[in-house]
T-cell receptor, first 113, second 114 residues
Framework: DAGITQSPRHKVTETGTPVTLRCHQT?????MYWYRQDPGHGLRLIHY???????DKGEVSDGYSVSRSKTEDFLLTLESATSSQTSVYFC????????????FGPGTRLTVT | AQSVAQPEDQVNVAEGNPLTVKCTYS??????LFWYVQYPNRGLQFLLK??????LVKGSYGFEAEFNKSQTSFHLKKPSALVSDSALYFC????????????FGAGTILRVKS
């Protein structure tokens, strides 16, 4: 998985609670991404980062925030979890500025009850 | 906006037969196209990409893809399917917005039967 780890791998939480997911990379890639995967939708971008403290919204960012205080860590926070945020969350890194393929972590399965 | 479509939810093929998983794209400008595979409870694995050059792109695990500009297609192929190829396959295209994000199709389940 290209030196990308995600934690936790599984989480069950209650509606209204905050949740933070962590992505860690070991290869100092500049670009990092958070996607969610839902049946019939493929993967959709939540937020991305282009450097330390440099982040921006993706197409489905409502209800989510991110932070990147170190190159290797990219955190995704669900401010107040809702059942519609039950999903599998994937972190990805971009391998380079001329090739654009991305490499993905193993995912976090989040269930909001 | 860039988009890709995978017209088949599922493809069934017998082991040893050739397989094709279809993808069509809609982009402004030159397309940067990708195929990924996902095994159960795993992340996505990069298979191959088309950036420019030869229309037949070779990738991992014996897969290849054919870029066809006139038909706006980028179909994934393999000459002889293995049972272990059974997985979920995604086609994707680079979008210039959002930090060069990837835009994914909905995915195609490939089932290879022995």
């Amino acid at each position: 998985d290209a030196g990308i780890t995600q934690s936790p791998r599984h989480k069950v939480t209650e509606t209204g609670t905050p949740v933070t997911l962590r992505c860690h990379q070991t290869e100092n890639h500049r670009y990092m991404y958070w996607y969610r995967q839902d049946p019939g939708h493929g993967l959709r971008l939540i937020h991305y980062s282009y450097g330390v403290k440099d982040t921006d919204k993706g197409e489905v960012s409502d209800g989510y925030s991110v932070s990147r205080s170190k190159t290797e860590d990219f955190l995704l926070t669900l401010e107040s979890a809702t059942s519609s945020q039950t999903s599998v969350y994937f972190c990805a890194i971009s391998a380079g500025t001329s090739t654009y393929e991305q490499y993905f972590g193993p995912g976090t399965r989040l269930t909001v009850t | 906006a860039q988009s890709v479509a995978q017209p088949e939810d599922q493809v069934n093929v017998a082991e040893g037969n050739p397989l094709t998983v279809k993808c069509t794209y809609s982009v402004s400008g030159n397309p940067y196209l990708f195929w990924y595979v996902q095994y159960p409870n795993r992340g996505l694995q990069f298979l191959l990409k088309y950036i420019t050059g030869d229309n037949l792109v070779k990738g991992s695990y014996g897969f290849e893809a054919e870029f066809n500009k006139s038909q706006t297609s980028f179909h994934l192929k393999k000459p002889s399917a293995l049972v272990s190829d059974s997985a979920l396959y995604f086609c994707a295209v680079r979008d210039l917005e959002y930090g060069n994000k990837l835009v994914f199709g909905a995915g195609t389940i490939l089932r290879v039967k022995s």
